[in-house]
Structures are given as structure tokens and as C-alpha cells.
């Protein structure tokens, strides 16, 4: 039998304050929430305990962020989709984002081994005046390793309704897809970054956007496998292939300095979490 998990997050703000109350149930929990930019930015780590992800389980999380709210959502480690003996293993993501809110979603890589049968979809709801940034980086079997991923598959769908739509199946026996230079051309680590707003942008902003991400992306490693386009007024996207994880995240980590300073203002706080 599976092991359910739901987790729910509510930000508000109370005067200079972002306030973080969390319900769950099951095997996730969100630890102390932190102010290391001061009190109007709450940053949150989930964690789950059982430390992956098996055929049958099934966790959500869903996070609504009042008017005024900014939170930054990340994890301590990877998200591990492990092998299955029939059954599906399933996570879903849904975030609302109120008028004058911002949400970072930033979790660390999904990994997704070889035989699993795993389904991970993000649906990110944002209202007129609010905005969010978010990545999403998945590793296909552990290719620092030498781990394939030769069997099973791999779902995906993220969703701002509307707006942007992503939904595909990556299957281990997909060889032309996984290997083809018009696929993968066998890279196993497929990086998103995106900045979206609730209203369309100004074409002057996500022009800007646009810019520093190209000029970012043209001087790093993965230059030749990484590209940004807005296929929406209210959307940006940087999408990159990479062979392993750790230039993929370089490159997201240091495109999302440069929109949290360009789109917010803000200088970028790296949670420490990621630092252990």
C-alpha cells in the first residue's frame, strides 16, 4: 500500500511581516520558517521524511499566498521517484498567488530511477498583480553515477492556466527521444526556469528578462543546450539540457539572481539550506 502525504502551506502578511501557517498529514512536513532577507520574505524547506518517493504513494502540497505575502519554498535534497512494482507513484504541486504576492518556488533536482513509474504534475494559479518564479530540474537514472534510465517513465505537467502549458511523457525504452539530436541527443537532465506574472507584462520588462537570461546563458557551459523564450505576455522561460545536474543548477541559480534583481529589485538570498 501507498503512503499518502498532503501539506498545506497559507502565507499572509501582517503589517512588514509574511506570516506562514501549515497544515499536513502523512509523511510531509515544512521545518521553522526563516527570515534571513527580514520579515517580509518567509523562506520554507519541506521535507519528507521517508526521503523518496515509492509505486503507490501519493503526495501534495498546496500553497496559497494572501495578498502582500512572499515566500520562497525550497527543499533540503533531491526528490526521489525509486523503481515500482506496478503501481504509479504521484506528486502534485498547487500553488495560488493573490494580487501583490510573490512566490519562489525552488526546490532541489527530481530524480527519477530507472523502472519507476512516476507522475509529477504543478499547477501555479496567480492572480492579476501577482507573481512567481520557479524552476523545475529532473535527472533521468543518476548520470553522475553511470545510471541509466532504461525502463519505466517519467510524467510532467506544469500548468498556469491560461498561459503556459508543459505536459509530456518521457518513456526509459524511448530511445530516439532520449538520443536523437532532435531529442536529448542523451543528455539526462532536463532544467526549466521560468518568471511569470498574474496580468501581461510590459514589453520593456520581459524584454529585459529575456536579455539577461540569453547573456547568462551564452557564456556558460551549456550555452549550445540552453535557450529562453516567452511564449506569453505573462511568461518568460529558460529551458537547458545538461549531463548532469550541477551545471544545469548553476546556470538556473544564477539566472534567478539576475530576475530576482532586475524583476523585484531584490538581491538574491540563497537559502542556506542549500549551502550543507
Known amino acids: 500500500m501507498g503512503w499518502p502525504g498532503r501539506l498545506e502551506l497559507n502565507y499572509r502578511r501582517d503589517a512588514d511581516r509574511t506570516l ?47 495578498p502582500g505575502a512572499h515566500a520562497l519554498i525550497t527543499t533540503p535534497g533531491a526528490t526521489r521517484f525509486y523503481r515500482s512494482a506496478g503501481e504509479p507513484a504521484r506528486q502534485s504541486v498547487t500553488a495560488r498567488v493573490a494580487e501583490g504576492a510573490r512566490l519562489e518556488w525552488l526546490p532541489l533536482e527530481t530524480i527519477c530511477h530507472s ?13 492579476p498583480g501577482g507573481e512567481m518564479m520557479g524552476w523545475d530540474i529532473v535527472a533521468l537514472g543518476l548520470p553522475a553515477s553511470g545510471e541509466g534510465f532504461d525502463s519505466g517513465h517519467y510524467m510532467q505537467r506544469i500548468e498556469l492556466p491560461g498561459v503556459w502549458l508543459e ?5 526509459g525504452d524511448d530511445k530516439r527521444l532520449l538520443d536523437s539530436p532532435l531529442g536529448f541527443a542523451g543528455h539526462r537532465v532536463l532544467a526549466t526556469l521560468w518568471f511569470a506574472a498574474g496580468s501581461p ?11 539577461a537570461a540569453r547573456e547568462h546563458a551564452s557564456i556558460h557551459v551549456l550555452a549550445r543546450t540552453a535557450g529562453c523564450t516567452s511564449p506569453h505576455a505573462e511568461i518568460v522561460v529558460l529551458r537547458a539540457l545538461a549531463p ?20 523585484w529589485g ?7 539550506v542549500w549551502r550543507t
Open 167 to 171: 505536459r509530456g511523457t518521457i518513456r
Open 244 to 263: 548532469r545536474v550541477e551545471p544545469a543548477m548553476q546556470l538556473l541559480n544564477g539566472v534567478w539572481a539576475c530576475w530576482r534583481e532586475l524583476g
Open 115 to 127: 523502472a519507476a513509474l512516476a507522475e509529477n504534475s504543478m499547477r501555479f494559479e496567480l492572480a
Open 266 to 272: 531584490l538581491k538574491p538570498c540563497t537559502p542556506r
Open 201 to 211: 507584462m510590459h514589453s520593456d520588462r520581459r524584454n529585459a528578462l529575456l536579455d
Open 20 to 66: 506562514a501557517h501549515d497544515r499536513h498529514s502523512g509523511p510531509l512536513r515544512v521545518l521553522q520558517s526563516l527570515y534571513p532577507e527580514g520579515p517580509g520574505i518567509c523562506h520554507n524547506v519541506l521535507v519528507h521524511p521517508p526521503g523518496g518517493i515509492v509505486g503507490g504513494d501519493l503526495l501534495h502540497v498546496e500553497a496559497n499566498l494572501q
